[in-house]
């Protein structure tokens, strides 16, 4: 089955600042994929190339077998877009822009639109203008689900939405879905949001790796161990733990199945897709004691931190 999105050793940079060296992935039809990573790391980047309003440095990047920066207007019929900030064209009003609109895409659904937009209740000729962020946010969201295309290209859509409108939107996304071989490709600050809703997890760091897994065996394999902090004074002559002086890039060293360690005052929490058989052996080469350790259960937010690491 042919990729709807296929990257293949990108490479960009800014200036001489590197967002990504060699960017390698695929996305599949008919899935939600879910573009994790800290801010500044490329997600807008990428979605921006893969609109064709940047070129990269050097590589390619592939939409429905079309090189992105060179795009079909027949190509771009197919995939709905929102950038971060929902830009919307503040002069019209909520009929004016819908009877914009509606003529550029072939599968427009206006029912789809005012289904939406009526939650808002304002009327069909109330300005743009004239509501708040949240108010404009639904508004661009009910004209994306009307265009109904074939890859959504979703970034940051939560921004300005409270939760019951989220929730709205992500019914409607799942009534998209269940209408086609259809696909997603979304970034968002509100990770919960993606917990029972994305097929696949994508987690970009700074330069470009990647890391892709599907989301329910990524939640099954990625573990948080808590290693207890052994006291400055041992009790009874424990032993125990990990000590407070140890610094924690030693730690790393000494256990490369470890993906990060978040440092607290009285343990240490301890992220790896290896299992504890595996990751007491290793500590205890290290001389660490590893008979008090636990496993702490993960939310998808949790084991984002985790992955990724808190900032500094």
């Not at 929730?167 to 993606?194: C, K, P, W």
Request: charged share 20%; proline share 5%; hydrophobic share 40%.
């Amino acid at each position: 089955m042919q990729p709807v999105i296929h990257v293949d050793h990108l490479c960009h940079r800014y200036g001489k600042h590197y967002i990504y060296k060699d960017l390698n992935f695929s996305i599949s039809p008919g899935k939600i994929y879910g573009l994790l990573g800290k801010n500044g790391v490329g997600k807008t980047t990428l979605i921006k190339i893969l609109m064709g309003f940047l070129r990269p440095v050097s590589g390619t990047c592939k939409v429905f077998n079309e090189p992105s920066h060179a795009l079909s207007p027949a190509a771009r019929a197919r995939i709905g877009l929102l950038f971060e900030g929902h830009v919307a064209y503040e002069f019209m009003s909520i009929r004016q822009i819908e009877k914009f609109y509606a003529p550029f895409y072939p599968n427009w659904d206006a029912g789809i639109y005012y289904r939406m937009v009526e939650k808002l209740n304002l009327g069909p000729n109330h300005l743009i203008r004239q509501m708040s962020c949240g108010q404009r946010s639904q508004v661009v969201l009910g004209l994306l689900m009307a265009q109904q295309p074939e890859l959504l290209l979703l970034d940051d859509y939560s921004i300005g939405l409270d939760p019951g409108y989220r929730r709205l939107f992500l019914d409607e996304m799942r009534n998209y879905l269940a209408g086609g071989n259809r696909t997603v490709f979304l970034t968002s600050h509100v990770i919960q949001d993606m917990e029972d809703f994305v097929d696949e997890v994508i987690f970009m760091e700074r330069g470009g790796k990647m890391m892709n897994s599907r989301l329910d065996r990524f939640k099954q394999e990625f573990s948080c161990y808590r290693l207890p902090v052994k006291p400055r004074i041992p009790v009874n002559g424990s032993r125990q733990g990990v000590r407070p002086d140890m610094p924690k890039d030693d730690l790393l060293k000494a256990c490369p199945l470890l993906k990060n360690i978040e440092v607290h005052p009285t343990h240490w929490d301890l992220f790896t897709f290896a299992g504890k058989s595996d990751l007491t052996l290793m500590l205890d080469a290290a001389g660490i004691s590893s008979s008090h350790i636990e496993q702490v259960s993960l939310s998808l937010e949790d084991a984002f931190i985790g992955y990724t690491g808190r900032y500094s």
